[in-house]
């Protein structure tokens, strides 16, 4: 039994953010309906074709029945974006049934919406539950409205806070939210009172994120032309140790650098699949796999896409595809499970590569050590693990560029 992580990227928001650089578009409402047929046949393609004994990930064959393949189960879907809650709820399910035609769904399948509070009805939430939507991520980013409307966000704080309940009102008991922290103008006490509005809120999950200023956005030229203050570094760094600080007293547990979850049930399985290194498949423009042997990714526009796919056409960009060589997936098992806060098991690397660590970067981990940014502990097995100390989470960049190949 194949069990499967899939992304499905929905490339479309109402407006768009200043600090925003995904692969998102604002105005085409219109291609809603298109797009969707379109998502459905990408997977088709793909689903129909997955146990053949030829299958090929670069080159899908067209889809080849309709039947299920009790060989596929589905163990994690995620919706992305973009805002995935701006298609009607009833696209999203064209989408599952899509997907259910081909592979299993568990009853404990998890399936995530990523939401944007200024997006939701009571309608619309009561939908996607009854489709079996079982975990929503909000971008609430902040609970400051002055922050909210640099930001361009469509919400403000209460919106966030009414959508939030809206959604425990029709029985949601799997939820995120997103937070970023080290916006322009943000202070410390600022970033303090929206982690306590957070927590008092008790999500199960909550994911914390340096802003990242990208050139091309609206927010990079702004701090280009000095009409916003650029990030302060220590600032950032004392909002990351404050929040390590409240989340721990409020119980929550950290699981990677930048999540915590309630418990560790509530960790978000698809993205642990990332964080551990194991295979996914991505659907919709812009998605990135890696499944196979290889890492690809799908052309990034939208319009090109549909266009791709009404024509039978593949939509892989087959030469940006790499082949996850050894060296390729043994960087990124390291500096991916560094990330998490169980770390990397020692005996992995020798049982998957055949070295041990110190043989395969000799002088690596005992340097990092002695700089305090790694240490070594025995797990409950009593396996010998590697993680980051919390200056090593601080300093996670210095970590993961000694381990490249
Ligand atoms: S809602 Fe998210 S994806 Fe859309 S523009 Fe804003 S940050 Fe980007």
């Known amino acids: 039994m194949s069990r499967l992580s899939l992304y499905l990227h929905i490339p479309f928001c109402k407006t768009r953010c200043s600090y925003c650089d995904f692969n998102t578009y604002t ?23 997955l146990t053949s004994e030829n299958y090929q990930p670069l080159k899908p064959l067209p889809a080849r029945s309709d039947s299920i393949n009790p060989r596929l189960s589905v163990a994690t879907l995620f919706f992305g974006g973009g805002t995935p809650s701006l ?3 009833v696209l999203l399910e064209k989408v599952m049934q899509t997907i259910a035609r081909y592979a299993l769904f568990a009853p404990k399948t998890e399936i995530t ?21 079982n975990r929503l991520s909000f971008g609430v980013q902040t609970f400051d409205d002055d922050l909210l409307r640099t930001l361009g966000r469509l919400h403000n704080g209460a919106g966030a806070i009414e ?22 103008n943000q202070s410390l006490a600022a970033w303090r009172i929206s ?30 032309r000095g009409s916003l203050p650029s990030p302060n570094d220590d600032l950032m760094a004392d909002m990351y140790l404050l929040a390590l600080e409240l989340l721990d007293k409020a119980g929550y547990v950290q699981y ?65 595809a790499e082949p996850i060589t050894p060296e390729l997936k043994l960087t990124d098992t390291v500096i991916l499970a560094l990330r998490l806060n169980e770390g ?23 340097n990092l050590v002695r700089l305090g940014l790694l240490e070594e502990f025995r797990d409950e097995a009593h396996e010998s693990r590697l993680r980051l100390t919390v200056r090593g989470r601080l300093l996670s960049n210095e970590v993961f560029i000694r381990f490249l190949p």
């Open 27 to 49: 105005n085409l409402d219109q291609l809603y309906g298109r797009y969707t047929n379109a998502l459905c046949t990408e997977i088709e393609r793909t689903l129909s074709a």
């Open 195 to 224: 982690l306590e509005r957070a927590v008092s809120l008790r999500p199960e999950h909550l994911s914390l994120y340096a802003l990242t200023v990208e050139e091309q956005t609206a927010m990079g030229r702004a701090l280009a």
């Open 163 to 184: 959508a939030y309940n809206l959604a425990r009102r029709v029985g949601f008991d799997n939820l995120n939210l997103d937070f970023i922290y080290g916006l322009p």
């Open 256 to 320: 990677e650098i930048s999540n915590w979850a309630l418990s560790e049930k509530f960790a978000c399985r698809h993205n642990l699949v990332y964080w551990r290194n194991e295979p996914y498949i991505g659907f919709g423009p812009g998605a990135h796999s890696s499944f196979a042997g290889y890492r690809y990714a799908v052309l990034k526009d939208p319009q090109q896409y549909i266009r791709r796919l009404e024509e039978g056409k593949s939509v892989i960009e087959v030469e940006e």
């Open 87 to 89: 298609l009607p709820p």
């Open 344 to 366: 990397l098991e020692l005996a992995r690397i020798e049982r998957e590569f055949g070295l041990s660590l110190e043989q395969l970067f000799p002088g690596v981990v005992e």
């Open 113 to 133: 919406v990523e939401a944007n509070p200024g997006t939701l009805s009571l309608e619309k939430l009561r939908l996607l539950r009854d489709m079996g939507i």
